[in-house]
């Protein structure tokens, strides 16, 4: 499995559309995910003390886009999705909500 962190509102929107397109697919080109071993690094580094995010868990074997595992500016090979996620690929949506440092957790 792969994850992605994104706003509720984001996730929301996505589900009324039918897929979902990250502000970094027009940006940057590509979706930006993490392994389960680098969700809670990303959220720390990106996130810190942010509320209203999802966490979505992803089966890479869904995929309708084309997936690529690519080197990150020292912080090791994370999953690049190059085109909109399919819904149908989502197969869990978790609330990542802070702790009280702003930090976050890996979710039950």
């Not at 209203?52 to 090791?76: A, F, I, K």
């Not at 085109?83 to 909500?97: H, I, M």
């Amino acid at each position: 499995m792969i994850f992605h962190i994104t706003e509720q509102t984001a996730w929301e929107r996505a589900k009324a559309a039918g897929l979902y397109r990250a502000s970094s697919l027009a940006t940057e080109g590509f979706i930006h995910f993490s392994t389960e071993s680098q969700v809670v690094a990303s959220a720390n580094r990106f996130y810190k003390g942010k509320s209203g995010l999802v966490l979505l868990t992803v089966n890479p074997t869904l995929l309708r886009s084309d997936l690529r595992y690519e080197d990150t500016l020292g912080h090791g090979q994370f999953p690049h999705l190059y085109g909109p996620l399919n819904l149908d690929a989502v197969v869990g949506v978790r609330s990542l909500t802070p702790n009280p440092d702003g930090s976050f957790s890996m979710p039950d």
